[in-house]
Nanobody
């Protein structure tokens, strides 16, 4: 499974950004796809995920201002984040999990995901 994230950049606070993850053929329909982020000096943090059935989950830090979506034809997963804040500054990674656990707790842990993209930097200036 190959994943490649793109779309990061420098954005002013209050702005919006759309990240995209290009995946290997048929990955997004067969795997749970997630976005994580890692700020300098911090661990990797769950942002959002979409399961094989299409259910979506968000961290409290982005809930209400983010949307995860997927295009099974183009085999891409996108993350749109609105009303960006300086604390959103991080490297954003897309990931794929080949197996699903029960409920939604499992997908909030980076260890549940088997494949990772290279990350894309998002910097939000105040």
């Amino acid at each position: 499974v190959q994943l490649q994230a793109s779309g990061g950049g420098l954005v002013q606070a209050g702005g919006s950004l759309r990240l995209s993850c290009a995946a290997s053929v048929r990955t997004v329909s067969r795997y749970t796809m997630g976005w994580f982020r890692q700020a300098p000096g911090k661990g990797r943090e769950f942002v959002t995920a979409i399961t094989r059935s299409g259910s979506t989950y968000y961290s409290d830090s982005v809930k209400g201002r983010s949307i995860i979506s997927r295009d099974v034809v183009k085999n891409t997963v996108s993350l749109e984040v609105n009303n960006l804040k300086p604390e959103d500054t991080a490297v954003y990674y897309c990931a794929a999990a080949s197996s699903e656990g029960y409920g939604s707790t499992w997908l909030r842990y980076s260890g549940s995901f088997d494949y990772w993209g290279q990350g894309t930097q998002v910097t939000v200036s105040s």
